[in-house]
């Protein structure tokens, strides 16, 4: 059996890809350490941005383990313009999974991208993976999942977060893990 867990990077101070993460984040990252203290992993796999990759750092150092870097992971960019109701134009991307404003990227696009990487992981000979990413992807992969999950559940992930993503006989089971 298949485990695979999806982990939502801890609190960074913003959104570009060099942030780093909160002093709040940092001591997220030593309780994500902690968590998977008795969880056996045999791969982490992490978005190449600086908070993702610091919120997963002490568990590889840990387990003295090397990140893997996966540019599929990285966070959906929206559009290239900066909206005032930036909200309001993502929860539209729920209910219509090819709306693409200029310069972004679909929903529908953005799934494809982590599912992908999942079912590379599916197919890998490793049986307990970590795979490190951003909130608004990690929530399309769920919807690909569960259809219903939507703009609400999204807002309602925690940094960090971690869903678990079991694989028996070829059939997916999805369960959130991570208590704040």
Same mark, same amino acid.
């Given at each position: 059996?298949?485990?695979?867990?999806?982990?939502?990077?801890?609190?960074?101070?913003?959104?570009?890809?060099?942030?780093?993460?909160?002093?709040?984040?940092?001591?997220?990252?030593? /309780?994500?350490?902690?968590?998977?203290?008795?969880?056996?992993?045999?791969?982490?796999?992490?978005?190449?941005?600086?908070?993702?990759?610091?919120?997963?750092?002490?568990?590889?150092?840990?387990?003295?383990? /090397?990140?893997?870097?996966?540019?599929?992971?990285?966070?959906?960019?929206?559009?290239?313009?900066?909206?005032?109701?930036?909200?309001?134009?993502?929860?539209?991307?729920?209910? @219509?999974?090819?709306?693409?404003?200029?310069?972004?990227?679909?929903?529908?696009?953005?799934?494809?991208?982590?599912?992908?990487?999942?079912?590379?992981?599916?197919?890998?000979?490793? /049986?307990?993976?970590?795979?490190?990413?951003?909130?608004?992807?990690?929530?399309?992969?769920?919807?690909?999942?569960?259809?219903?999950?939507?703009? /609400? @559940?999204?807002?309602?992930?925690?940094?960090?977060?971690?869903?678990?993503?079991?694989?028996?006989?070829?059939?997916?089971?999805?369960?959130?893990?991570?208590?704040?």
């Amino acid at each position: 059996m298949k485990k695979i867990y999806v982990v939502r990077h801890c609190e960074a101070v913003g959104q570009s890809a060099e942030v780093h993460l909160t002093d709040k984040g940092y001591q997220q990252a030593l /309780e994500l350490c902690k968590f998977f203290s008795n969880i056996k992993v045999d791969r982490i796999i992490s978005s190449l941005y600086r908070r993702a990759l610091e919120s997963i750092k002490p568990l590889a150092e840990n387990l003295n383990m /090397e990140i893997e870097i996966e540019s599929n992971l990285k966070e959906r960019k929206l559009s290239i313009h900066s909206f005032s109701d930036w909200l309001e134009k993502l929860e539209k991307t729920y209910d @219509d999974l090819d709306l693409k404003f200029e310069g972004g990227e679909s929903s529908r696009d953005a799934m494809k991208r982590i599912v992908q990487v999942i079912e590379n992981a599916l197919h890998s000979n490793s /049986e307990n993976i970590v795979i490190v990413t951003h909130g608004n992807i990690m929530s399309l992969l769920l919807k690909h999942f569960l259809e219903d999950f939507g703009f /609400e @559940d999204w807002q309602n992930l925690s940094n960090p977060d971690v869903y678990l993503l079991d694989n028996e006989n070829n059939k997916v089971t999805i369960k959130r893990i991570w208590k704040e």
